[in-house]
């Protein structure tokens, strides 16, 4: 039996994206449905998605911010309502919405989440890599993963990757509440958190592919809020991860 699958996708201004992409995740070979997490975005993505909701009766969602609130915030909000949904979703996903995650690693990370309670989509472990162009981005993301596995110490390559699957018992144990970031940043402390709870974190290589835009859209103060962030989780959350019996 293949299990449930539930994919986030947290979008702004993505009305050219979104239906494509959602008609090829659906296409995937998998109990799969679809949620869009969208911050009232002023192209209409919501429209959008509301026209693919009508083609996939009950497939796809649409769960709309009151206002932008930041990719990681519109992806918890997310998976708390998809932890709650009846259809007890047993693998879910958060993805970028502009195909730099493309929805055909999906099976890979699917294969991996038989040994693992979360997998990460890596541009760094063999096999993975990224279409980048430009200096900017890379070494910031470079400098980032360095940084993170120095300070806090999660065995991960790549943890400011924001394409994974999760099994559904990483996030019920997530401390939501307890993370205060909102911006991209949040997929290190989510990871951090998965990991001093003892799952098994794991790599798949995936190749990201940037969308022709100049630099990262970081200001200067979330990357400083990264740095501190980054810096406090072993404080936080403890340095070691507790023990978990294998599943
Ligand atoms: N709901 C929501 N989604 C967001 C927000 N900011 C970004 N996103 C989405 O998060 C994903 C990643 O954001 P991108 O804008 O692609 O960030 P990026 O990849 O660093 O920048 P690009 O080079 O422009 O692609 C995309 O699907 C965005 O639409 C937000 O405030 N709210
Ligand atoms: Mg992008």
Known sequence: MSP??????PTYNERDNIAPLIAELLALPYELDVWVADDGSPDGTADAVR?????????????EGPHKRGRGAAVIDSFRRGLADPRRYELLF???????????????????LRECDMVIG??????????????????????????????????????????????RAVLEETEFDRIKISGYVVHGEMAYQAWVHGFRLGEVPIH???RARDASKLSLEEVYMAVLNFALLRFRYGFRPRRRPVA
């Not at 541009?123 to 993301?141: C, D, F, K, N, Q």
Request: glycine letters at 10%; charged letters at 20%; proline letters at 7%.
């Open 4 to 9: 449930r699958i539930l994919v986030v996708v």
């Open 51 to 63: 026209e693919a909701m009508a083609t996939h009766p009950g497939r796809v969602g649409l769960v």
């Open 94 to 112: 958060e993805m970028d919405a502009d195909f730099s995650h493309h929805p055909r690693e999906i099976p890979k990370f699917v294969e991996k």
């Open 122 to 167: 890596s541009r760094y472990v063999p096999g993975g890599g990224t279409s980048e162009w430009g200096l900017a981005r890379p070494i910031l993301s470079a400098v980032a993963n360095v940084y993170v596995q120095l300070v806090a110490g999660v065995p991960i390559r790549d943890t400011t990757s924001g394409y994974r699957g999760y099994r």
């Open 208 to 210: 990201f592919k940037n």
